[in-house]
């Protein structure tokens, strides 16, 4: 999947329960960016990571835990807290240095069940 | 921090004409403005993209302008085909950032 894969496609999260996003990379790129879409309302940033053992909080990151523990690996966990998780999860990462953009993986849809 | 207002929200053309999305910036400190094309349950694809020393730039039916004194840029899409039907996105970032504040999106169709 162009060299960024999430997982899973699909998920179903039970009401109470931490759920864990895997996002994973094999494109040497320093920076991973996790984002939400809801329809109407574009991608918001939840938290990103430039180096590994870093990561800052974004736009909505309440509710939200993030790790970056390799510089190949940002897994998302949605927590209980987070009232409303149903949404199109998408990972991405990017070169440090001049900005190029993001490469975007293919998204996890979560939906509360 | 950087806002980024897109407009307009849904978009129909006929195929042939062209298309027009617009975008405005609020941090004069942005340099970096590119556009994404999603389909439908797919990931968004970078498809132009321009830097603040350049007011435009060209890619085949595509091309991005952009104000830096006004602080808006614009996707033009000329002789529009039905493939590209597609939700697009902007974005604005600063270089010491390196991320990407985006726009809510413009849903284009293009009709026969």
């Known amino acids: 999947d162009g060299g960024i894969t999430q997982s899973p496609k699909y998920l179903f999260r039970k009401e109470g329960q931490n759920v864990t996003l895997s996002c994973e990379q094999n494109?040497?790129?320093?920076?991973m960016y996790w984002y939400r879409q809801d329809p109407g309302q574009g991608l918001r940033l939840i938290y990103y990571?430039?180096?590994?053992?870093?990561?800052q909080k974004g736009d909505i990151a309440e509710g939200y835990s993030v790790s970056r523990e390799k510089k190949e690996s940002f897994p998302l966990t949605v927590t209980s807290a987070q009232k409303n998780p149903t949404a199109f999860y998408l990972c991405?990462?990017?070169?440090?240095?001049?900005?190029?953009?993001?490469?975007f993986g293919s998204g996890t849809r979560l939906t509360v069940v | 921090g950087e806002n980024v207002e897109q407009h307009p929200s849904t978009l129909s053309v006929q195929e042939g004409d062209s298309a027009v999305i617009k975008c405005t910036y609020s941090d004069s400190a942005s340099n970096y403005f590119p556009w994404y094309k999603q389909e439908l349950g797919k990931r968004p694809q970078l498809i132009i993209d321009i830097r603040s020393n350049v007011g435009e730039k060209k890619d085949q039916r595509i091309a991005v302008t952009l104000n830096k004194t006004a602080k808006h840029f614009s996707l033009h899409i000329t002789e529009t085909q039905p493939e590209d039907s597609a939700v697009y996105f902007c974005a604005a970032s600063t270089g010491t950032a390196s991320k990407l504040t985006f726009g809510t999106g413009t849903r284009l169709q293009v009709t026969l």
């Open positions: 990571s430039q180096i590994v053992n870093d990561f």
């Open positions: 991405a990462s990017s070169i440090a240095g001049v900005f190029y953009g993001y490469t």
């Open positions: 494109l040497n790129h320093d920076a």
